[in-house]
Nanobody, 123 residues
Framework: QLKLVESGGGLVQPGRSLTLSCSSS????????VGWFRQAPGKEREGLSC????????YYADSVKGRFTISRDKSRNTVYLQMTSLNSEDTAVYYC????????????????WGQGTQVTVSS
């Protein structure tokens, strides 16, 4: 069974950067599609970025395009989300999720989820 763990969240000032990590146990992430999602208080969970199994297809939501970058390090069995130019609207719990493939970067298409990591953007 695939178990995902997110790390790297925390408190960051507006305009600064933060990198989140998603690692797995039980099954490698190497041959999985992986997505990053977030949920702010009172809002629905939002798909931010997804990467396909062979890294040949990457999606970014308009809200993060140009600011966030998803990448995979197979040697470390980790998928990263590099976040730059953070602002208060980026404050949320961030989740990574994995599955064999995805058609849309939507939470309904991913079966394995981490517990989430809190990101708070505040001065």
């Amino acid at each position: 069974q695939l178990k995902l763990v997110e790390s790297g969240g925390g408190l960051v000032q507006p305009g600064r950067s933060l990198t989140l990590s998603c690692s797995s146990s039980g099954s490698p992430l190497e041959h999985k599609a992986v997505g990053w999602f977030r949920q702010a208080p009172g809002k629905e969970r939002e798909g931010l970025s997804c990467i396909s199994m062979f890294d040949d297809s990457i999606y970014y939501a308009d809200s993060v395009k140009g600011r966030f970058t998803i990448s995979r390090d197979k040697s470390r069995n980790t998928v990263y989300l590099q976040m730059t130019s953070l602002n208060s609207e980026d404050t949320a719990v961030y989740y990574c999720a994995a599955d064999w493939r995805y058609l849309h970067c939507s939470d309904s298409e991913f079966g394995s989820w981490g517990q989430g990591t809190q990101v708070t953007v505040s001065s």
